[in-house]
């Protein structure tokens, strides 16, 4: 199975603050990747499908990047709704695997 | 809009069959998403994903759950189900049915399903 370790597990930061989540992968995976974000008692919503493409209606503070094993979301300007934990995904191959979580808290 | 609901029992006995069904309201399963999948949350913790399936019958599991578990379709229902065999305590999560393109696109709201005697 392909590894994602997320990094950093928590992350406290201010409102306007510039924030940035990495997520590594044990093996090559092209850009096929995908950043959720959940907030407690939710369901994960998509943000970001293949590496940087932004989903319909997500804020454009919001931005995707990288390739092969290692990738970054960032959040340009904290909003207040951002603190929530972010989860990476890739679906490479079999069998699609989660990052552990960050959780992105208020500093 | 696609809408998905999970149902089905919140307790299950250890050794048992954990059934699961998920209503798709808003389109159809067999034109919404290339994929319908289950994924499970322990408590507390990260992502898990049981496995897929589409229309066309293709299907994927977790290997780690492989033996125990069934995904299907009911396109006469417009439902999607997951059987999940044999469980024990470690099988205790919220459960989530979804849909989409190995990404994915639009979640229930989940499931707790506790297995316990």
């Known amino acids: 199975d392909i590894q994602m370790t997320q990094s950093p597990s928590t992350l406290s930061a201010s409102v306007g603050d510039r924030v940035t989540i990495t997520c590594r992968a044990s093996q090559r995976i092209s850009s096929w990747l995908a950043w959720y974000q959940q907030k407690p008692g939710k369901a994960p919503t998509l943000l970001i499908s293949r590496a940087s493409n932004l989903q319909s209606g997500v804020p454009s503070r919001f931005s995707g990047s990288g390739s092969g094993t290692e990738f970054t979301l960032t959040i340009s300007s904290l909003q207040p709704d951002d603190f929530a934990t972010y989860y990476c995904q890739h679906y490479d191959n079999y069998p699609y695997t989660f990052g552990q979580g960050t959780k992105l808290d208020f500093k | 809009q696609v809408q998905l609901q999970e149902s089905g029992p919140g307790l299950v006995k250890p050794s048992q069959t954990l059934s699961l069904t998920c209503a798709v309201s808003?389109?159809?399963?067999?034109?919404?998403?290339?994929?319908w999948t289950w994924v499970r949350q322990d408590p507390g913790k990260g992502l898990e994903w049981i496995g897929h399936t589409s229309y066309s019958g293709k299907t994927s599991y977790n290997p780690s759950l492989k033996s125990r578990v069934i995904i299907s379709l009911d396109p006469a229902q417009n439902q999607i189900s997951l059987k999940l065999t044999s469980v024990t305590v470690a099988d205790t999560a919220v459960y989530y049915c979804?849909?989409?393109?190995?990404?994915?696109?639009?979640w229930g709201q989940g499931t707790l399903v506790s297995v316990s005697s």
């Open positions: 979804a849909g989409g393109a190995g990404f994915i696109d639009f």
């Open positions: 808003g389109a159809s399963i067999t034109t919404a998403a290339n994929f």
